[in-house]
């Protein structure tokens, strides 16, 4: 396995002399040949991860009984405070069955990208089209007997970014605007689901809906939209002054690229 | 978190402002995209470099769109109806009505014990009353034997007009409270029923609608290869007046023929919808009536059954002629040695007979009342047993429909997905994104995707 990782590697490296020479009159804040994508779907049916989600299910129905049988007769702050303990519990036990994988995932990706010359590696999802594809590489050094072992050299500064959206998601003014929001379509949804009661027709009840949809985009545009241009604008400001090409949701990121998001809340605020 | 706020959009998952909110914005956004995309380079510096596509923009103005707001509107009007706290019951007072009902019965059952301590007491003041006349008559000039017959008669007349006049009170209250349990199962089973035949008619009427848009998109599939080529030969600029109304010809056949295949389907579809619109009203009238008719004969049951028990407690309230006292805890009945033997035997036998009757009705007046109140109470498990069934109904539809969504919007992306793959070649941009949270300097393909989306509508 080892030897088909050195070829592996070897023939990456040959491939990406290749491209860098092909590529030469294109090089510049452009140039794509260093991003990969990853299904990490194919990687969580890995047989490994299967096992540990089997584990975990099992432990969180054993841990649910435990705390329905403790809650049962427990105060509204107690069960709280149980609630809080076996939400612990179970975190605790997601770290110790998913920890070594994740770990292990994340050497075996390094490992990969940095053979393939990539500076980021995305989730596949958000690939419309091109792209290094490396989740067979990464099965098949995860599957492979030994260890994956980590890259020696750090990936090179990419030009694509990241931000964690629920991070500017918590800064003070934006949440202030969504949880208004939030109870505002709080109390659209009663208002609507009693109309709805009322409704005697399928023409009333589109009325209804439609109403319904109406008043929640008018709020949308008048208390969201402002503070999501303004979001919008702080991060493609923050982008343009790093250099960046592109700036996707750290959800999406799955090795590499440029965290922006302190850069962007420290804007914000 | 704001999933159903921001509807159409596959990032509602991530629950994240900014993402979300790209799809609620998408004019704003287009705006913003269009003026970058204005001041961009042209084609020819674009090779190598980086595209993304708004997804959400491109999905909006694909020709099964409608069909997946049709998608989210239904779950949307179902998460509402089905899934708000407030409206989680079909009868909001169900639980009102059942504690009304428990009062009322329990109350009446109060009643019941009271009067027939009433009964008891009186009873047990006419024995004395005549024990004593016995007594006086026999020894002091009291009144004669048929004098204590006459006044125990009277007594007992005025205690069973009495009681007739609380038995009558009791019997319309039952009444009335039965006639509105009956209005309220009336209306709880209209509802139901109306519910199951709409869900009906909206799940075959779904179910038509999905057959319509995967005819249409396996039509469109089928001739996006030839659309494509004479796209493509149009755009040459080398393509002589006849070649290209020719081309266009061959295109405006291709629409013409889809168009065409569409609509027959469609006015099948509606064909078959209005039939089991009819279909539909029949059955909810039909099984309607049956379940009036039950209730209806469920309820006049009870009453007679009520109205009898009600008739047999007054009719057995004849006069007692026997003292009746607790002594030192005990129930001590005495009939004076004196009396003459056939009056004594008479007024023993019929206090032995009344006191004997008495204590049946007793028990079975509360046995009645207990009944009545376990058939009532399972009545209304039913209802709420049917109010239950229609909750976890509401919640499979809610899944079927997610899931037909999920399969939709699948398809729409895929299409799209070819599109932008095609334009990206033809540009020679090398990787192409969406769900990109802010564009910096890559080349946006969004209109361009646009264009070929549109154009399959034509």
Same mark, same amino acid.
């Given at each position: 396995m080892n030897q088909l990782f050195a070829r592996g590697r070897a023939v990456a490296l040959a491939f990406a002399l290749g491209a860098a020479i092909l590529a030469t009159p294109a090089i510049g804040a452009n140039d794509v040949t260093d991003i990969g994508s990853l299904d990490q779907q194919a990687l969580a049916a890995l047989p490994a991860f299967q096992t540990a989600n089997k584990q975990l299910n099992a432990y969180g129905a054993s841990l649910q009984k435990q705390y329905l049988g403790r809650a049962q007769h427990a105060s509204q702050s107690e069960q709280q405070r149980l609630a809080g303990e076996f939400q612990g519990r179970m975190a605790d036990k997601q770290r110790q069955l998913f920890g070594p994988l994740f770990g292990r995932a994340q050497v075996a990706i390094a490992s990969v990208a940095s053979s393939k010359n990539l500076t980021v590696v995305v989730d596949k999802r958000i690939v419309v089209f091109g792209g290094q594809d490396i989740t067979n590489n990464v099965k098949q050094l995860l599957t492979g007997v030994g260890d994956p072992v980590p890259p020696v050299t750090t990936p090179p500064p990419s030009k694509v970014g990241y931000v964690d959206q629920s991070a500017i998601d918590q800064t003070p003014k934006v949440k202030a605007v969504t949880d208004d929001f939030l109870k505002f379509k709080q109390e659209q949804d009663k208002a609507a689901a009693d109309k709805l009661k009322g409704a005697k027709t399928a023409a009333d009840r589109d009325n209804v809906l439609k109403d319904y949809r109406k008043t929640l985009d008018d709020q949308q545009n008048k208390t969201l939209k402002p503070m999501v241009d303004s979001t919008r604008s702080a991060i493609g400001d923050v982008a343009k002054a790093k250099g960046l090409i592109l700036v996707v949701d750290k959800g999406n990121i799955v090795f590499g690229g440029v965290d922006i998001t302190k850069d962007v809340t420290d804007k914000l605020k | 978190m704001m999933g159903s706020a921001f509807r159409g959009t596959e990032r509602a998952a991530t629950a994240s402002l900014i993402a979300l909110a790209l799809a609620v914005c998408a004019p704003a956004?287009?705006?913003?995209? =269009?003026?970058?995309?204005?001041?961009?380079?042209? !084609?020819?510096?674009?090779? =190598?470099?980086? =595209?993304?596509?708004?997804?959400?923009?491109?999905?909006?103005?694909?020709?099964?769109?409608?069909?997946?707001?049709?998608?989210?509107?239904?779950?949307?009007?179902?998460?509402?109806?089905?899934? !708000?706290?407030?409206?989680a019951a079909s009868d909001p007072h169900l639980a009102e009505r059942e504690r009304d009902l428990q009062k009322q019965l329990n109350d009446a059952a109060d009643r019941t014990r009271k009067l027939i301590d009433q009964k008891q007491k009186q009873y047990q003041q006419q024995e004395s009353a005549a024990i004593a006349a016995a007594l006086r008559g026999a020894g002091a000039g009291g009144?004669?034997?048929?004098?204590?017959?006459?006044?125990?008669?009277?007594?007992?007349?005025?205690?069973?007009? =009495?009681? !007739?006049?609380?038995?009558?009170r009791d019997l319309n209250a039952y009444r009335s409270t039965l006639q509105k349990q009956d209005t309220a199962q009336v209306n709880a089973a209209q509802k139901a029923l109306s519910v199951r035949a709409d869900r009906t008619y909206r799940a075959k009427a779904e179910e038509l609608q999905s057959k319509e848009s995967a005819l249409s998109l396996k039509m469109a599939s089928e001739d996006a290869p030839q659309r494509l080529a004479l796209r493509t030969k149009l755009t040459s600029l080398a393509l002589d007046d006849a070649a290209r109304e020719d081309a266009q010809k061959q295109l405006a056949a291709i629409d013409r023929k889809e168009s065409d295949a569409l609509a027959a389907a469609r006015n099948r579809d509606q064909q078959t919808l209005v039939a089991l619109q009819a279909q539909l009203k029949d059955q909810v009238q039909t099984d309607l009536n049956a379940q009036v008719a039950a209730i209806r004969k469920r309820s006049l049951g009870s009453l007679a059954q009520r109205q009898q028990s009600l008739a047999r407690q007054v009719s057995n309230l004849g006069g007692p002629a026997v003292r009746t006292t607790v002594v030192n805890g005990r129930v001590k009945q005495q009939v004076s040695n004196t009396l003459p033997p056939a009056l004594r035997a008479r007024i023993e036998q019929l206090h032995s007979d009344y006191q004997k009757r008495f204590q049946a009705d007793a028990k079975t007046t509360i046995a009645d009342f207990q009944k009545t109140r376990q058939d009532l109470g399972k009545r209304y498990a039913q209802l709420h047993g049917l109010d239950g069934a229609s909750q976890a109904g509401a919640q499979a539809q809610i899944l079927s429909l997610r899931k037909k969504r999920e399969d939709l919007y699948g398809e729409i992306k895929a299409q799209i997905e070819r599109e932008v793959r095609l334009i990206a070649q033809q540009r020679g941009i090398a990787v192409v994104l969406t769900d990109i949270v802010a564009p910096a300097g890559g080349v946006d393909l969004t209109p361009d995707a646009l264009k070929d989306i549109e154009s399959l509508h034509e």
């Open positions: - | 956004f287009l705006l913003l995209s =269009g003026c970058s995309h204005a001041t961009k380079a042209p !084609a020819p510096a674009e090779k =190598g470099t980086v =595209g993304y596509v708004i997804m959400d923009d491109l999905v909006k103005k694909h020709p099964l769109y409608d069909q997946l707001a049709r998608y989210d509107r239904s779950i949307e009007a179902f998460d509402l109806t089905a899934t !708000a706290p407030q409206v009144p004669s034997a048929a004098q204590i017959s006459s006044s125990v008669n009277a007594t007992a007349r005025q205690q069973q007009s =009495g009681v !007739a006049t609380q038995a009558q």
